[in-house]
């Protein structure tokens, strides 16, 4: 199946600092990205659909001025955690669809832990 | 939105079928069901998808109900790497999100 990749994979950050989590699509165009953030022991909870070239759409309650995303090619979306807090904790995960639109190709999930 | 409804948790013993069931009862007609599974800390895995007919890939067999309200994954042959959380997940035709719900923690027992 197709390849996405996230890095990095855990990060640690100081509250206040920004964070920047790249997703790429490896060995095809994704013209269209996903990020979901997990907290321990819950779901995926989808924050946001990412357009190639075009503004990100985020779901109900999630801050985009605090979730920035940018896609600014086929290949790379970048999930930026703005002036991060400790309650920005969790798991971030990226997936990407392919031409065809039938299967959503996850990455590994990063890791952001907010000290 | 979530529109399906798995058990939390099963268990099921090594080298015998796991047979993991979703009730979408609120399906239409151009909704697909897709099955994915999460282990521990990693990214979710693509497993199967399908419209109304039965399906069957080397991962899995989706077998979805005539009414189509209600489907059950089977992994033919558990093995401990198995053990993770799955996912049922209904998603338009035309759509683009997959909305993930609570899942089921599957888990194999040796």
């Known amino acids: 199946g197709a390849v996405v990749s996230q890095h990095p994979s855990w990060v640690i950050c100081k509250s206040g600092t920004s964070v920047k989590i790249e997703c790429r699509s490896l060995d095809f165009q994704a013209t269209t990205m996903f990020w979901y953030r997990q907290f321990p022991k819950q779901s995926l909870m989808l924050m946001a659909t990412s357009n190639e070239g075009s503004k990100a759409t985020y779901e109900q309650g999630v801050e985009k001025d605090k979730f920035l995303i940018n896609h600014a090619s086929l290949t790379l979306s970048t999930l930026t955690v703005t002036s991060a807090h400790p309650e920005d904790s969790s798991f971030y995960i990226c997936?990407?669809?392919?031409?065809?639109?039938?299967?959503?190709?996850f990455g590994q999930g990063t890791r952001l832990t907010v000290v | 939105d979530a529109k399906t409804t798995q058990p939390p948790s099963m268990d099921c013993a090594e080298g015998r079928a796991a047979n993991l069931p979703c009730n979408h009862s609120?399906?239409?007609?151009?909704?697909?069901v897709y099955w994915y599974r999460q282990i521990h800390s990693q990214g979710p895995q693509y497993i199967i998808h399908g419209l109304k007919n039965n399906e069957t890939n080397e991962m899995a067999s989706l077998i979805i109900t005539e009414d189509r309200k209600s489907s059950t994954l089977i992994l033919p042959h558990a093995t401990l790497r198995d053990t993770a959380v799955y996912y049922c997940?209904?998603?338009?035709?035309?759509?683009?999100?997959?909305?993930f719900g609570t899942g089921t923690s599957l888990t194999v027992i040796p």
């Open positions: 997936s990407a669809i392919t031409g065809s639109n039938t299967e959503a190709f």
């Open positions: 609120t399906i239409s007609g151009n909704e697909y």
């Open positions: 997940i209904v998603r338009k035709i035309s759509g683009n999100q997959f909305y």
